[in-house]
């Protein structure tokens, strides 16, 4: 399971000309997740025409040129801008996973698909049995990512697995060559599939309903649906080493020492320390900031653990996911 350099709840989009099956459907899959519903094709084309796009991904890329040729620039990704997006609440707009009817009077599942064919997100087609041969088609010219059909027994049920899915690996695909030169560096963990698989473990466990790549310390930054931040520091034997080098060269504890050096801790140090790592002002205090770690053994061995992250920590305020939903559905107000 890849783990992609950032993830967030996002928009699925049904288009179907019957509005009582759209209610039905939006009604059976998860309520939690946004969505958006169209029986009017044109309504939908327009919609998606003016969604947000994945171009406004605060990330800037450097090239630095002064010495190599022009074939061979180096490339310099200032991380700590991803952390930005989770400031804005045009992030759960956006559309990352359609699921369309074939048979419409307007035009049909696979023409909606075409036409929009240069968006990035995930298509999936909703179809009648006599429409299959259709359906492998459309998947073969790349138009539609999955097809299902309306008949089957199990229809809805594979519908909210493969929604989930193609949610997943809309975030893999936006960010992959990035993330695949992100991997060369400093963070090996990202085409580490065990990795991932932890990942999506704690998810379910904490309640966590987005991420962000971290760096200073190297890891991963969750929010859960009320934006609350937990990190999770993420080290391998190089990285637990040149914590030891720090603290050393710092005249840290020798206690701290040995710990860093039997592996017993993993630390967190605050952000004013600079990079996580060791500062004189943390002194005899350095308990408060390490945990114990867990070893993952994947492509390597990493130690990681998580930490709590307090909200000052970031420089954009967090917009959390519940705010959006009571946005969308304002609770109700039992005094009235």
């Excluded at 989930?164 to 992100?182: C, G, I, P, Y």
């Excluded at 599939?193 to 704690?202: A, F, H, I, K, Q």
């Excluded at 050393?248 to 040995?258: G, I, K």
């Amino acid at each position: 399971m890849r783990l992609p350099i950032f993830s967030h709840p996002t928009t699925t989009v049904l288009v179907d000309d019957s509005d009582s099956f759209l209610k039905s459907l939006s009604f059976q899959l998860d309520p939690v997740l946004p969505s958006k519903t169209f029986h009017d094709t044109t309504m939908a084309l327009d919609w998606f025409n003016a969604s947000t796009r994945r171009a406004d991904l605060p990330l800037h890329v450097n090239f630095d040129i002064l010495n190599q040729t022009p074939d061979q620039p180096n490339v310099a990704v200032d991380v700590r801008r991803i952390h930005d997006l989770c400031a804005s609440a045009h992030r759960f707009t956006i559309p990352s996973v359609l699921v369309v009817d074939y048979s419409m009077p307007q035009m049909n599942g696979v023409e909606f698909c075409r036409q929009i064919e240069y968006l990035p997100c995930k298509k999936i087609l909703f179809t009648g049995a006599a429409d299959e041969k259709i359906a492998v088609n459309a998947f073969n010219e790349g138009l539609i990512d999955r097809f299902i059909r309306k008949s089957d027994d199990d229809a809805l049920d594979r519908l909210e697995q493969e929604i989930l899915a193609m949610q997943r690996a809309f975030f893999v695909d936006q960010a992959e060559t990035l993330r695949d030169l992100l991997a060369l560096h400093d963070y090996s963990f990202l085409r580490c599939n065990t990795m991932g698989g932890l990942v999506r473990e704690l998810y379910v466990k904490h309640g966590f309903v987005e991420h962000y790549l971290h760096s200073s310390p190297t890891g991963v930054l969750f929010l859960d649906k009320h934006g609350r931040a937990t990190l999770m520091v993420i080290e391998t034997e190089q990285g637990m080493h040149a914590q030891y080098e720090v603290a050393r060269d710092n005249e840290a504890p020798q206690s701290l020492l040995t710990a860093l050096q039997e592996r017993r801790v993993l630390p967190f140090f605050p952000p004013e320390a600079g990079a996580g790592m060791y500062s004189n002002a943390a002194g005899e205090q350095w308990h408060r900031y390490c945990a114990a770690p867990q070893v993952l053994q994947g492509r390597e061995r990493y130690y990681w653990a998580l930490f709590e992250f307090p909200g000052h920590y970031l420089e954009s305020p967090v917009y959390p996911f519940s705010e959006y939903l009571n946005s969308r559905h304002p609770p109700c107000d039992l005094a009235a």
